[in-house]
Structure formats: structure tokens, C-alpha cells
């Protein structure tokens, strides 16, 4: 327990455990969305300071673990042409397609740039005219707006050379999904602060009602993730369901008004595939009439390229909550981070790089 030892907040964490410990009559299964909480999780060993009658299951949280491998393979063709310039955020440099990764087809030669944000991009491509720069987007709601801004200021400056390879997916189709499993049990969801912020918590009302289940927004501190679990827990043992807030430091209600005005100008829903779980209807982003002239894979002919999954890699069945990282038998031997089977490996907001990070070093 040597981090949550010196945690800056353990007065409060040991109020919130007395409180959830008061609280618990029966076993109850809660998901956390977000692959940011998992990593606080196992990081601060928030299970083992639990009561034994709360289970915490992993959810499908971390957009670049379920990126399909088509997309991926997409993005290594890309990367590999002469005249392209594919840039995308570090996280996505090692996610394994079928056959490489985009670390190594850089290491060949490929121009291929890691940006911190999507307007970065607009600059690479102004310096470049004589090149075509493809922005490799990935990312929940919280990354989409910075991208659709991006492709909204190409748009204005005309950039003919810009063009997006988008694979952005959204939160509450997903839940659904797993709401609708016969494999999964779920009592309550705790749902991704930042997507919140952007998007606020109206989406996920119609959730709980249809499915009369507990949906409380949670941050990302040990804090933020226990006040969470305790709100979920009341309302399970008093037999109420419903959206509540635990994190109304940054999440209002209505969420922020100005990027999801900004998100229907430029991005329609769409189905989406999702790594390991397969296609979710309206799951995800593309671009609209107004804007399709980005969209890299319709300028590269790029929808011929299809993939199939590692059959020794179970990452789908770890992103629904049906498996735990260490239930994998190429766990930490067969499948690491210098040498991935899947994205869940290698991600920074990876239920299998969590485990192996922190699980591991408690054994």
C-alpha cells in the first residue's frame, strides 16, 4: 500500500472507505469507463482497500486499445509513402496491426511525427505544401473538438494538402452495448470525467432509466474514484438508479455548449468498429458533406484494407470487463510492452499496461 500511504489526500481516501465499508450489505459489480481510472486504480491498489462485496470491472475506456487493426494498418500504409507526412499522438506509435506498428515503419524511413495537438498539424501542413499531412485522430469525445477545430481552420485556409484519418468513437453506444450482453453482469457504471466535461451528463439519462442502473461522472483522483464508488454504492443498496455527479469540479450538466456545437458542424455519428468488441451502431465520428474533403481514407482509397484479430491476444474480452489482463495466458511472458500482442499492452490508459505496471510489482 506504499502509494496510497503518501498520497496527498489518504485522510480523505480512509473516510470514503469507512463510509463505502458502513454502506455495503451484498455484493455489488461496477465498471469503471475510463482506462485513466484503471490505472489510478491499480496504481493506488483501490481494490484491496475495498470491502470484498465490491468487484471494480475494467471497461472499454482507452480509445487507442479498441482502434481496429484495419484502421491501424490503414495508418502504416500511410506512414509508409513517400510523399506523406502522417502525424498522431505518441500513444499510438507502438499499437501493433497485423504485421508492424508505426514506430518501426518510422524507424524504415517513414515520415511519421508525433503531435500534442491536432492544430499542430495545420502549421506541419502550411510548411509542406509539396506534401500531403494526414493527422492520425483518435480519441473519445474529449480529443474530438481539438480535432474538429483543426479541420475547421484547414477549411478556412483552404489547405488542400490536409486530411484526417479519423477513428473517434463515443462513450454511451458502448454502454449500451454492454448493458445489452448476455455475458456481462453490471450494477453501475462509473462514467469518464473529462468526456463529461465536454459532452455534460444528459447523454447518459436515457441509460439509466432504460436499464434502471446507477451512472455516477467520476474523476480521476483516488478521491474523485472512491466518491464515486460511494455514490454508486448508496444508490444501489437504497434501490434508486440515475445520473449523479462526483466531480462537479469540472463537469456541469450541460457540459461545454461551444465544443459540442462544434462537433455537430463538423462530425456526423457513424458505425463504428471497435477493436476486439467488433461494430457498435452510431459509435462514432465522421466528417460531415461540409467537410468530407478531409477524410484520408476516402483521399487514399484507404476502406480496401481489412484485418483480422490476434487470435492469441483476448483484448476484447478484457475491454468488455469479461476478463481481467491476468487472466490472459500470453500475460507478461508471451505479450509486454517492448513486445505487444495488443493495444491494451502498450496504451498509457491500458487495462493490460496497468496490470503490468502495478499488478506486477505487488507480486
Not at 479519423?166 to 448476455?182: C, F, G, Q, R
Not at 459532452?199 to 478521491?223: A, D, Q
Not at 483521399?299 to 475491454?319: Q, T
Request: proline content about 6%.
Amino acid at each position: 500500500m506504499k502509494y496510497i500511504d503518501e498520497y496527498r489526500d489518504k485522510q480523505l481516501v480512509e473516510i470514503l472507505i469507512r463510509q463505502i465499508r458502513d454502506e455495503v450489505t451484498r455484493k455489488w459489480t461496477i465498471m469503471e469507463i475510463c482506462g485513466g481510472q484503471t490505472h489510478a486504480i491499480m496504481k493506488y491498489s483501490l481494490q484491496d482497500l475495498l470491502p470484498e462485496e465490491i468487484s471494480l470491472i475494467h471497461g472499454p475506456g482507452c480509445p487507442v486499445c479498441v482502434t481496429p487493426v484495419e484502421i491501424i494498418d490503414q495508418a502504416v500504409e500511410l506512414g509508409g509513402k513517400p510523399n506523406v507526412i502522417l502525424t498522431s499522438f505518441g500513444d499510438m506509435m507502438r499499437v501493433p496491426g497485423s504485421h508492424t506498428d508505426l514506430l518501426s515503419v518510422r524507424a524504415k524511413g517513414g515520415d511519421i511525427r508525433i503531435v500534442y495537438s491536432p492544430l499542430d498539424v495545420i502549421d506541419i501542413a502550411l510548411s509542406n505544401p509539396e506534401r500531403e499531412v494526414v493527422f492520425f485522430a483518435v480519441g473519445f469525445e474529449t480529443t474530438a473538438p481539438a480535432v474538429a477545430l483543426a479541420i475547421r481552420q484547414a477549411h478556412k485556409k483552404n489547405l488542400a494538402n490536409f486530411s484526417v484519418l479519423i477513428s473517434h468513437v463515443l462513450v454511451p453506444p458502448a454502454i449500451e452495448v454492454l448493458l445489452t450482453s448476455a455475458d456481462m453482469r453490471i450494477e453501475g457504471f462509473l462514467a469518464a470525467g473529462h468526456v463529461c466535461t465536454v459532452m455534460g451528463t444528459h447523454e447518459y439519462i436515457p441509460l439509466s432509466e432504460r436499464y434502471k442502473i446507477p451512472i455516477v461522472v467520476t474523476g480521476f483522483e483516488p478521491v474523485d474514484i472512491l466518491l464515486g464508488i460511494q455514490k454508486t454504492i448508496n444508490m444501489l443498496e437504497n434501490d434508486r438508479y440515475g445520473v449523479e455527479n462526483a466531480y462537479p469540479r469540472s463537469v456541469k450538466p450541460e457540459g461545454n455548449i461551444a465544443a459540442q456545437d462544434l462537433l455537430q458542424e463538423v462530425f456526423v455519428s457513424c458505425d463504428r468498429k471497435w477493436r476486439g468488441i467488433g461494430v457498435i451502431p452510431g459509435s462514432g465520428f465522421t466528417l460531415t458533406d461540409d467537410y468530407i474533403r478531409f477524410d484520408a481514407g476516402k483521399r487514399f482509397k484507404l476502406h480496401h484494407i481489412v484485418a483480422e484479430e490476434s487470435e492469441r491476444c483476448i483484448s476484447g474480452k478484457i475491454l468488455t470487463g469479461q476478463k481481467r489482463p491476468s487472466d490472459c495466458p500470453a500475460f507478461g511472458a508471451e505479450c509486454t510492452p517492448e513486445k505487444p500482442l495488443g493495444a491494451p499492452m502498450v496504451s498509457s490508459e491500458g487495462a493490460c499496461s496497468a496490470y503490468y505496471r502495478y499488478h506486477l510489482r505487488m507480486c
